[in-house]
């Protein structure tokens, strides 16, 4: 569990980070080449680029989610039979009125 968090809390962090730090290097000329960029165009890109960093690190979180291994994740078996139990109960009810509805006809 430590470990899901600990990716939630990094893949959380870049999300915040990366288009602050892309939004900075563009306005601040850090990247080459943007000095010849009007300011529309400069405004335009580097929100663009921001955009498309925090969709990379989705992906990213996402890819890293879908090969974390299955096998590791077991049901706590308390929580298990109490679903079990609950559902049994609410199939029972389910019975009984139907039953009710039939003496009545």
Same mark, same amino acid.
């Not at 405004?43 to 921001?50: E, K, P, Q, R």
């Not at 955009?51 to 992906?59: C, G, K, L």
């Given at each position: 569990?430590?470990?899901?968090?600990?990716?939630?809390?990094?893949?959380?962090?870049?999300?915040?980070?990366?288009?602050?730090?892309?939004?900075?290097?563009?306005? %601040?000329?850090?990247? &080459?080449?943007?000095?010849?960029?009007?300011?529309? $165009?400069?405004?335009?890109?580097? *929100?663009? =680029?921001?955009?498309?960093?925090?969709?990379?690190?989705?992906?990213?979180?996402?890819?890293?989610?879908?090969?974390?291994?299955?096998?590791? %994740?077991?049901?706590? &078996?308390?929580?298990?039979?109490?679903?079990?139990? $609950?559902?049994?109960?609410?199939? *029972?009810? =389910?019975?009984?009125?139907?039953?009710?509805?039939?003496?009545?006809?």
């Amino acid at each position: 569990m430590a470990g899901v968090i600990k990716k939630f809390f990094i893949t959380s962090m870049l999300m915040w980070m990366a288009p602050v730090a892309i939004l900075y290097a563009f306005n %601040h000329d850090l990247i &080459p080449g943007v000095n010849s960029l009007s300011p529309h $165009s400069l405004t335009l890109v580097s *929100g663009f =680029v921001a955009v498309i960093s925090v969709n990379v690190v989705i992906a990213f979180y996402i890819y890293m989610a879908i090969k974390e291994p299955s096998d590791k %994740h077991e049901p706590d &078996p308390a929580f298990l039979a109490e679903a079990k139990s $609950s559902v049994n109960q609410s199939a *029972g009810k =389910v019975g009984d009125s139907s039953q009710s509805l039939k003496k009545e006809d």
